[in-house]
């Protein structure tokens, strides 16, 4: 069993910045790739941006050049910079990891506004 304990979410204004942090704990594994995903409301689960185990890194088109994701392995930890930040990028912040086996993990979210 893998826990996920997300935390970095909170109130920024609109050009703000935040930092997203991932901690994966439980029993030993092996983890894959990790991702940050979002959902506004009334709007579907979305990928945000993805890094597999040798730190390759994919982004989705409404966030490149703001937001860069990172990854601490002796940590087990991913990590998601978030720069310029508009209200557009309003949302519930989910993390998602694929272990040994393909077996897929979810944080608990965590709340990003983007507000002034």
């Known amino acids: 069993q893998v826990q996920l304990v997300e935390s970095g979410g909170g109130l920024v204004q609109p050009g703000g910045s935040l930092r997203l942090s991932c901690a994966a704990s439980?029993?030993?594994?092996?983890?894959?790739?990790m991702s940050w995903y979002r959902q506004a409301p009334g709007k579907q689960r979305e990928l945000v941006a993805g890094i597999t185990s040798s730190s390759r890194t994919n982004y989705a088109d409404s966030v490149k050049g703001r937001f860069t994701i990172s990854r601490d392995n002796a940590k087990s930890t991913v990590y998601l910079q978030m720069n310029s930040l508009k209200p557009e990028d309003t949302a519930v912040y989910y993390c998602n990891v694929v272990i040994g086996g393909g077996v897929i993990y979810w944080g608990q979210g965590t709340q990003v506004t983007v507000s002034s």
């Open positions: 439980g029993s030993m594994f092996v983890i894959y790739a």
